[in-house]
């Protein structure tokens, strides 16, 4: 045994989905696998720390989670049969398992597998993101709850669906093959980022940001970029989370309050994230085929660079948002759009833009919040107040409602309304 590592609860959940996978793969039944794992976690979460970490940790917790997943088996008359089955298809040399202190000869990793599992079309958006925090990020149900403001009962219930959806559809546990690659390899990026855009900005509770969602979404396309070095979407997501993290720092004030981009201390931001993003997304769009995350990359690359927000190239952001229009069917990309087109053109060509806007955004808060900016830079501070007080009645963000009613009553009290 080796001494105690204070880092050993990031490495269980770095194992964790590939220890999920081991057995995934041995036995075919993913959720007693997960389940089964989970509590292998929380025994080595216990005995680590009084006995050391084992020499092969991953043996370890394949070796306890076999053992857990056998006594499931065992404990359910109905599914006698298949205890058999299983205990049958397992090699006599597999029966014991590896001792604690066996060097690893696992070397293969199915984390990627898991994750194309987690994300499979047959689940929703929130089952996916659920499932793959809980499976392939290591995040207990409880901190997955608590991240998205429910309570842990209906997390667990709702992650329960999502294994038995898994189950029911029969989906074979193995890496897509390449007809289904694009399709599936385009869930696993969206998933992540929404993962990122939650955290990064959280759409409901008291804070802006949750920052243990937003480095699970890097850390686990970090893993999809190490495996697949050469895909240059993949690349452009991880840039695009990296330039954007960045900023986090300055984001927010003492107090939690949001600071506009404009008005952050750019000495605040993470130079050395930069510069990774920059050179990923440098080195990734000659590639191509140039893909939305890589375009994405490429706006926050512009921004990132710039020294001072008034010395922002607007003009090259602008085009870069002429290429995502052609490239995404993302109805915030006009949002996003305005914004440049009114620092080229001028605010009343941005407030053009937004006339008629499609009906997904007519009741986003977003719009108005975006729209009452733009009313603020053309001089009109009643439109820009009233707007400002319809975004912040949007939102479910409190420090972004806060600051939104916060610049109303700053015009308000310009104009003496």
């Not at 090259?316 to 915030?332: C, E, T």
């Not at 949007?394 to 700053?410: D, G, I, K, W």
């Amino acid at each position: 045994m080796t001494s105690f590592d204070p880092t050993v609860e990031d490495l269980l959940r770095r194992l964790a989905p590939r220890v999920v996978g081991v057995l995934t793969r041995r036995h075919g039944d993913f959720a007693a696998a997960e389940d089964a794992v989970q509590e292998a976690l929380l025994d080595a979460s216990t005995q680590w720390p009084a006995e050391g970490v084992p020499r092969n940790p991953r043996g370890w917790l394949v070796q306890v989670a076999g053992r857990r997943m056998t006594e499931q088996v065992r404990s359910e008359q109905a599914r006698r049969r298949r205890e058999e089955l299983v205990a049958g298809r397992v090699p006599a040399d597999r029966r014991s398992a590896p001792g604690a202190d066996a060097v690893d000869q696992g070397a293969h990793d199915d984390t990627l597998t898991l994750l194309f599992l987690c994300c499979h079309p047959v689940l929703s958006p929130a089952s996916a993101i659920a499932l793959t925090l809980r499976s392939v990020g290591g995040l207990t149900t409880g901190e997955i709850a608590a991240a998205f403001l429910v309570p842990e009962a209906t997390m667990g219930q709702r992650i329960s669906r999502a294994k038995q959806r898994i189950k029911g559809s029969g989906v074979p546990f193995r890496t897509p093959d390449g007809a289904e690659w694009p399709a599936r390899l385009d869930a696993v990026l969206h998933v992540l980022y929404l993962i990122f855009n939650e955290g990064y900005a959280s759409s409901t509770g008291p804070g802006l940001r949750r920052v243990e969602l937003s480095r699970e979404a890097i850390r686990l396309t970090r893993a999809v970029h190490a495996l697949l070095p050469e895909d240059a979407e993949v690349a452009g997501l991880l840039a695009l989370m990296l330039l954007t993290e960045a900023r986090g720092p300055a984001r927010t004030g003492p107090h939690g309050e949001l600071v506009p981009l404009a008005e952050q201390d750019r000495g605040r931001w993470d130079t050395a994230a930069i510069a990774e993003g920059v050179s990923l997304i440098t080195a990734a769009l000659p590639r191509g085929p140039v893909g939305p995350y890589q375009v994405q990359a490429a706006i926050a690359a512009v921004h990132d660079e710039a020294p001072t927000a008034a010395d922002t190239d607007w003009p090259q952001i602008l085009a870069l948002y002429g290429v995502l229009a052609r490239v995404s069917d993302n109805p915030l990309i006009i949002l996003n759009r305005a914004v440049a087109v009114a620092m080229v053109d001028g605010p009343a060509a941005g407030l053009a833009l937004l006339a008629d806007p499609p009906r997904v955004l007519t009741g986003h808060h977003r719009l108005y919040a975006v729209r009452a900016h733009l009313h603020e830079l053309a001089g009109d501070p009643e439109a820009a107040a009233a707007d400002y007080r319809i975004a912040a009645r949007r939102t479910a963000s409190l420090p972004e409602r806060h600051h939104l009613s916060l610049r109303a009553a700053r015009l308000a009290a310009r104009t003496g309304e």
